[in-house]
């Protein structure tokens, strides 16, 4: 009998599935993984996240394996290398939005101890973290329109 998945699962897309089953769901609030979500779903924005999923090994690569302390020293020239990087999406603004992300995201921790407890710390808890649906849209607009306001 074939396993059941959710309808938006690409059954053909043997990463969208990997994802589906072993991702997708799972609370995970490792400061590491929370990272590679937040910069994955930037690079998203106007694209499906079958995509960026298809494309995340690439990111991986590119993006010292999402260290937000390495991302946050890129260099000018670091980032316009990563725009001329196959596999990834090249959009400056997104490239450069990863690197001003991972300063603000080492803030949060040095100022709270995790991106987890700035999350539970947040009046926005509830949208930010619900275990209902373990979804990170909602942390992840939290996130980015806290980050708009420090530009």
């Excluded at 603004?93 to 710390?121: D, T």
């Amino acid at each position: 009998m074939a396993k059941k998945r959710c309808v938006w699962c690409n059954e053909k897309n043997e990463k969208y599935v990997c994802y589906h089953d072993e991702e997708w769901g799972v609370l995970n609030l490792s400061d590491s993984y929370l990272f590679e979500m937040l910069l994955l779903e930037a690079f998203q924005a106007g694209l499906s996240w079958e995509c960026v999923l298809n494309k995340r090994e690439a990111f991986r690569k590119a993006f010292d394996n999402f260290d937000f302390v390495k991302i946050s020293k890129y260099s000018s020239e670091k980032i316009a290398k990563l725009q001329k990087t196959d596999g990834i999406i090249k959009h400056r603004g997104k490239i450069e939005a990863a690197h001003v992300n991972a300063k603000v995201f080492l803030l949060l921790i040095e100022e709270f101890g995790s991106f987890e407890k700035y999350l539970r710390n947040s009046e926005n808890l509830e949208e930010a973290i619900d275990n209902s649906s373990n979804s990170l849209s909602n942390a992840s607009k939290i996130f980015f329109s806290m980050n708009s306001t420090l530009s």
